[in-house]
Structures are given as structure tokens and as C-alpha cells.
């Protein structure tokens, strides 16, 4: 266990460093690390996570698609593992946006269970900043999109954590009343 939480926070400093000077897209202008904390919090306080290279995985699970960190990093400090996780999330940057998105839905039946729990996690995180601090300039219309985007790669993903699922299914709920909400206002 003190291993464990050893490399758990080693991955934690690791991720703050590669992300430093980042911030969220939302107005509050949050530090970027606040996700990857927040993706690690949700898996083990609501999805009873414990497995540590889930945990490792998911506060890493944005550094090699938005920092200059690579697989071969990873897997020399955090093990072969931890690498195949965070590239089983992370896009090809080689696609174009409205590709990648596609391909999130297709590929999510065929993750690894670690991979599912984290990428779960990673679109409540999301979905909650959108409802709480969205993006600029995101319309009702967007905001709804991205929420509808969100459930279909989580309908590929179910099966592995009804607790997360659960979780999900209850924001997706209240965050399409909300917007549906500011829409009648506008
Ligand atoms: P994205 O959908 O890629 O932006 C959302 C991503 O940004 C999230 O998945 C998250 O990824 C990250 N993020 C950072 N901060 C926040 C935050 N505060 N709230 C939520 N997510 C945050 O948008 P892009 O700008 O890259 O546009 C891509 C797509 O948007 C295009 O495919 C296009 O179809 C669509 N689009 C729609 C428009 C419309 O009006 N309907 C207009 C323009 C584009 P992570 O977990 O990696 O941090
Ligand atoms: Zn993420």
C-alpha cells in the first residue's frame, strides 16, 4: 500500500509538472490538473476504484495528448501498464476533430476494463465542467451536443462499474434539464 500511494503520488507531481501553465477552458480559468485530480477522486470515491494502475493512469490520462510527455516516459517511471492505459485514452492527433470524436464511440466497447473506468470518469469531469464552467463562447446548442456526444461513448463503455455508471447517468439527467433550462430562457 505505502508503494502504492508512493507512485500514486509520484504520477500526481509528474502530471502537475507536464501540465504546468495549462488551464481548463472554462471561465474560472482552473489550472489543467484540476481534472486529472478530479477524474482520480471521482474513480475512487464513487467507483470504489483501488487498483493503482488505474488510479496512476488516470491523472496521467491527458499528458501525452496535450504535453510533451511520450509512452516511453511513462512506461519507464510508471510501468508498461500504466503506458497501454493512458494511450488506450488518448486520441490520434493525426484525425481531425469531428474523427476523433467518431472514433472515441467505436473504439470504447473495446477498451480494457481500466481503460472504460477511467474514460467513464474522464466524461463526468467534463460534462460537470460544462455544466458548472463552460467552455467560452459554448451555445445551449454545443453544450447539448457535447452532453449527447458524451453518452454514446458511455453507452460503449458500461458494464464495468454500476456505481460510475449510476454516477453518469444521473448528471447526463440533470445536465440536459439544465441546459434545456437556459435554452427557454434565451
Ligand atoms: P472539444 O469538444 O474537443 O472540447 C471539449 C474538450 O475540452 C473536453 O473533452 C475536455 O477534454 C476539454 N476541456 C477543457 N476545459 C473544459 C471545460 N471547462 N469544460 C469541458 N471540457 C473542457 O472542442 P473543440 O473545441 O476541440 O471542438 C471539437 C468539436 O466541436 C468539433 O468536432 C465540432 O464538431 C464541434 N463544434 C461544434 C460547434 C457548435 O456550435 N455546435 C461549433 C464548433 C465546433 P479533456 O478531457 O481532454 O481535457
Ligand atoms: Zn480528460
Known amino acids: 500500500m505505502k508503494n502504492d500511494l508512493g507512485k500514486i503520488f509520484q504520477a500526481a507531481s ?6 504546468i501553465g495549462q488551464t481548463r477552458k472554462g471561465k474560472d480559468e482552473a489550472p489543467y490538473i484540476n481534472h486529472p485530480l478530479e ?4 474513480l475512487t470515491n464513487v467507483g470504489n476504484v483501488e487498483d493503482a494502475n488505474t488510479l496512476i493512469a488516470a ?15 511513462i512506461a519507464g517511471q510508471f510501468g508498461e501498464k500504466v503506458a497501454s492505459v493512458v494511450m488506450e485514452v488518448t486520441d490520434d492527433k493525426r484525425l481531425t476533430k469531428a474523427e476523433r470524436k467518431q472514433a472515441q464511440i467505436e473504439h ?9 473506468q ?8 467534463n460534462i460537470s465542467d460544462i455544466m458548472k464552467n463552460p467552455p467560452d463562447g ?14 454514446k ?3 460503449g463503455l458500461r458494464g464495468v462499474n454500476e456505481d460510475l455508471e449510476k454516477h453518469f447517468d444521473k448528471l447526463v439527467a440533470e445536465a440536459k434539464e439544465k ?3 437556459e435554452e427557454d430562457e434565451e
Open 118 to 125: 477511467l474514460k467513464i470518469c474522464d466524461k463526468i469531469s
Open 59 to 73: 491523472l496521467l490520462h491527458d499528458t501525452v495528448e496535450d504535453t510533451d510527455a511520450t509512452r516511453e516516459e
Open 138 to 151: 459554448w451555445s445551449v446548442k454545443r453544450r447539448l451536443e457535447y452532453v449527447e456526444w458524451g453518452e
Open 39 to 42: 477524474v482520480v477522486n471521482l
Open 108 to 116: 470504447a466497447p473495446h477498451l480494457s476494463t481500466e481503460a472504460k
Open 14 to 19: 509528474y502530471a502537475a509538472k507536464k501540465h
Open 179 to 181: 441546459i434545456q433550462e
Open 153 to 155: 461513448v458511455v453507452n
